[in-house]
């Protein structure tokens, strides 16, 4: 009798549907400050835009809304939300604690060879520097954060701060404008060594440093564009 084959079980294929595409190019032009903290949007001029029916645009202004990058208000016009400094702090208490217990635990099963791999997405980072490319930057330093949490066993981290981290976002996309992208790359090749040595006295740290800067750039843009920011 013949024996079946051992199928290898494979990752569903996720398809992106029409509202997945809106979201996700809606949420680059909010992130990139190409539509502006307080611009008014409207469902019928996106939908006019994308071609599109106004159900998936309202699905993805309500997940816009979820992560705190849309104001929706009943019978008055949805706007872009301002940056809130609260919630940039906010964002900043959760990546750290989540973040520092990430790495800790990444170092515990970190292979030489997944090092690797991260010191080959810094040069994609470097690259993105010299290129000037502030957008290709930003989602290279998201995936180098998401992977340790992927590598520690923890990727539901990394979701529990994008749930959190809109406001802060768009203060790191700015501050990739003014030189920042240079001293989050140094940081990174920091916290490369401090896992090839499995230093976690120093990662904490490391991580802590890294993150916390965000308060500094985030009153020098406040002070620079007033305007972007509530109150």
Request: proline letters at 3%; charged letters at 30%.
């Amino acid at each position: 009798m013949a024996q079946s084959s051992a199928l290898k079980v494979l990752e569903p294929i996720k398809i992106p549907t029409v509202a997945d595409t809106v979201f996700e190019e809606l949420h680059q032009q909010i992130l990139s400050l190409e539509l502006l903290p307080g611009t008014r949007v409207s469902e019928a001029e996106v939908a006019k835009a994308f071609d599109v029916s106004r159900q998936p645009v309202r699905d993805a202004f309500y997940r816009l809304s979820q992560l705190g990058f849309l104001l929706i208000r009943p019978q008055r016009a949805t706007v872009i939300s301002k940056i809130s400094e609260a919630g940039v702090h906010k964002a900043k208490f959760i990546r750290i604690a989540l973040e520092i217990a990430c790495w800790k635990a990444a170092m515990d099963v970190i292979t030489d060879e997944e090092i690797d791999r991260l010191e080959e997405l810094l040069e994609e980072q470097k690259a993105a520097i010299a290129a000037n490319d502030q957008k290709l930057f930003h989602a290279l330093d998201d995936d180098f954060h998401r992977r340790i949490c992927q590598i520690a066993g923890h990727e539901y981290a990394w979701g529990l701060i994008k749930e959190q981290k809109a406001h802060m976002d768009r203060v790191r996309f700015i501050s990739l404008t003014i030189g920042a992208a240079q001293r989050a790359y140094d940081d990174h090749l920091n916290l490369i060594k401090d896992l090839r040595e499995r230093a976690k006295d120093r990662v904490e740290a490391s991580m802590h440093d890294h993150l916390d800067r965000i308060g500094t750039v985030l009153d020098q843009i406040r002070a620079q564009k007033p305007e972007y920011f509530e109150g």
